[in-house]
């Protein structure tokens, strides 16, 4: 049953640890049919070097096993919550690299230093709120993506224009269009959270880029007047 998806979704996670964005088992990525409504996902505590294209997980909306032998990744009804909330989303990534999660630790913001930054994210890289305790004793991974979307709602944002966010305490998400851009998305939100991390350490007064220059750089990428790249 959706043979390329798993296919695609495998070669996508087994980019992460290609990548540098996690070690032994720590990080997820799913990708989802939108006509069949069924996500594929890692299984869940699957070594990266023994893992195949066959042991990728499908499961329905509900979080339902509809084929695979293992157990869907513990993160499963986050990516859930994310893919019935945003039907623009094809892809979502999960992992605990070192810069993005040490801004999430922090409980911060990643802010918008640079080009590079906005080239890929407009405005400053949300983190969410603290989970609450009823939270995290409840329905600890469903209530992770709902405080992602509320963030997100909250604060105007745009997923497709901000395609990440950290979780506090936790660690980053991101998501693109298929696996393959959301994964893509987590390496840049890495690279920027190490850039910004370097920045306040050079200058502790560092202000974030103007809104101008900001603008600049991400629309020349993308929407209607992007005129970044070649023409197909």
């Known amino acids: 049953m959706l043979e390329q998806l798993k296919q695609e979704v495998y070669v996508a996670n087994m980019e992460l640890p290609k990548k540098g964005l996690v070690i032994y088992t720590w990080g997820n990525v799913s990708g989802i049919d939108r006509e069949k409504q069924f996500v594929i996902i890692k299984p869940s505590g699957v070594e990266y070097e023994t893992m195949k294209p066959e042991d990728m997980v499908v499961v329905d909306l509900d979080g339902k096993v509809i084929e695979g032998h293992y157990k869907p990744s513990s993160d499963t009804a986050t990516h859930l919550e994310l893919y019935i909330k945003y039907p623009e989303i094809g892809g979502i990534v999960h992992t605990h690299s070192s810069f993005a999660t040490s801004w999430a630790q922090a409980g911060r913001d990643i802010p918008l230093y640079g080009t590079t930054h906005a080239d890929y994210f407009y405005g400053a890289i949300p983190c969410t709120r603290k989970l609450r305790k009823e939270e995290i004793d409840g329905e600890y991974e469903k209530n992770t993506g709902l405080v992602i979307i509320e963030t997100l709602e909250n604060r105007g944002i745009n ?29 840049v939100l890495e690279e920027v959270a190490k850039m910004a991390y370097y920045a306040e350490s050079i200058n502790k007064d560092a202000k974030p880029a103007s809104k101008v220059i900001a603008d600049k750089h991400f ?8 005129y970044y790249g070649q023409n197909n």
């Open 159 to 187: 997923p497709l224009f901000t395609p990440g966010v950290l979780c506090m305490n936790h660690g980053p998400f991101t998501w693109g269009k298929d696996p393959a851009e959301a994964v893509s998305n987590a390496v």
């Open 219 to 226: 629309y020349r990428k993308h929407g209607n007047h992007a």
